[in-house]
């Protein structure tokens, strides 16, 4: 398996752009999850899914995020429209119970 | 509610010194505690977890109940240590979800 799969790697967009990044989690993993890395705040949970349903988006910033896991292999995270204080690292997570294995992350910079 | 602090944001050391990244939690159920490592510019990973007693790249973490406790530690840093470490606890009854320490970065000095 090539582990938890995110494109694009890098993504630099000017303020107002929609930017949707995308993850394919490990296969059989029932757990999906979304982070955002950033100096200041360290790691945050975003949102999870089970099961291709979302279970919490408590973490979700404001309503300019959403995401999506239409099937068990496809995800996505789109910011509409972004701004500069979203350019961070945002990272994809799969997990079968309890040990989360993690995407290489989509730099994300908002000009 | 599940909490993990770790309290030192900034930790460095010099090469062949011992070294404890310290992490506590609070959780009132029976827990799973994790240690995932961040190398420069990669993916987290995970390091080692409680459940399984491992020793992996000469680090080692036990699980204290009564300190409420998991720090990791090493007798022997080496410069490929340098890293950001974080403390992980999901709760056993389910749910996948983990609480993630802010993070403790490494740094081994020659």
Redesign the interface.
Known sequence: DAG?IQSPRHEVTEMGQEVTLRCKPISGH??L?WYRQTMMR??E?LI?F?NNVP??DSGMPEDRFSAKMPNASFSTLKIQPSEPRDSAVY?C?S?P?????????TRLTVL | AQRVTQPEKLLSVFKGAPVELKCNYSYSGSP?L?W?VQYSR?????LL?HISRESIKGFTADLNKGETSFHLKKPFAQEEDSAMY?C?L?C?T?????T?G??TTLTVKP
Do not use: C, H
């Open positions: 938890v029932d757990y999850f360290g790691l949970l999870y089970n279970i919490d990272f997570a997990s119970m309890d040990t989360q294995y993690f995407g290489p992350g | 799973e994790f995932y990669q993916r987290l990973q995970l977890r974080y992980a999901t056993r389910g749910a996948g979800k983990s993630f802010d993070g």
